[in-house]
């Protein structure tokens, strides 16, 4: 069974940086695609980034385009979220995601095409 431990979030300023981490433990042939999802308080979880089993291909939600860098180091089983010029409203809990069903390339931007989630990791951005 595949689990997902988030680390990395804390508090930072507008116009600051994280990294969050997230490792994936027990099943690590991590031929699927991971994803980074978040929710606010009072809010729906939203699609934040998701990047191909390979890393060959990644996906932005249009909030953090530009700013937010996903990547993935299957060596390590691990998949990373870059977070710069950070702003108030990315405040929330940050999730990472696989979606171990998917059958060929790309990965889904749909929080309902992942089937294993991690516990979060909370990010707070002050102005």
Known sequence: QVRLVESGG???QAGGS???TCTVSGR???FYPLGWFRQAPGKEREFVAAISWGGGTAY???SVKGRFTISR???KNTVYLQ???LKPEDTAIY???ADQTRVGGGASTGPYDYDTWGQGTQVTVSS
Do not use: P
Request: charge should be negative.
């Open 95 to 97: 999730y990472c995601a």
């Open 28 to 30: 690590t042939n991590t």
């Open 10 to 12: 804390g508090l930072v």
């Open 73 to 75: 180091d299957n060596a």
């Open 18 to 20: 994280l990294r969050l």
């Open 60 to 62: 932005y939600a249009d």
């Open 83 to 85: 977070m710069n010029s």
